[in-house]
């Protein structure tokens, strides 16, 4: 049985009518998938990363401490991560006079005249004097005893010895190094100059 033209002309408009609403309703559906302002959840996933990110830099960005160091400047101590900090030295009026990287171990020099040690737990300590120089053994302000040695040019390593054992060594090549021995702490420039003090 074949329907006439005017029984036709009704479900030709309902067909009109709700294909009309879907075209209407899907940009909608779509707006409301993607988030706020239209923006598709891949990007939102991606604003959300880079606030995070740059979070993390601010925090980054300002000291965890800052402490007056002997001979009047500023340590300023960022935390760069688990045992991994770094120290600026910044004089009176905002120069830079150096810095500290320790990581997973204590570093230390001499910044301005005086010596400065970084722990990898973010504590730093400063002072001036002290100074032995070269090879040979020197005693240590805890009774133990430095035992320097003289490897090459630039290059020298010093044992702290402690009723004949070797508590700990230093290995300055070419660049200071530094510990904290029990709340003793010793720098060893690559000349052989080292001081010891503690706290």
């Keep these: 049985m074949f329907s006439s033209p005017s029984q036709r002309r009704p479900v030709i ?27 598709s959840p891949a990007l939102s996933a991606r604003s959300t990363s880079s606030a995070t990110e740059a979070v993390a830099r601010a925090k980054a960005a300002a000291p965890v401490r800052t402490l007056k160091l002997v001979d009047g400047s500023t340590a300023r101590i960022y935390r760069l991560g688990a045992h991994h900090y770094r120290m600026d030295n910044v004089s009176r009026d905002g120069h830079l006079l150096g ?30 004097g002290r100074e032995q120089y070269g090879a040979g053994s020197f005693p240590l302000p805890d009774g133990s005893t430095a035992k320097v040695t003289e490897v090459a040019a630039d290059r020298y390593t010093l044992k702290i010895i402690h009723q004949g054992r070797v508590m700990a060594t230093l290995v300055a090549d070419h660049r200071d190094a530094a510990v904290n021995a029990n709340g003793m702490y010793v720098v060893l420039n690559p000349d052989g100059t080292h001081s010891a003090w503690i706290s």
Aim: hydrophobic letters at 55%.
């Design 13 to 39: 408009r309902a067909l009109t009518t709700v294909a009309l609403a879907a075209a209407l309703l899907a940009p909608a559906a779509t707006a409301i998938a993607a988030g706020p302002a239209g923006t």
């Design 99 to 128: 810095t500290l990287v320790a990581k997973n171990a204590d570093a230390g020099g001499r910044h301005n005249g005086m010596f400065v040690v970084l722990t990898a737990d973010g504590d730093a300590v400063s002072w001036t």
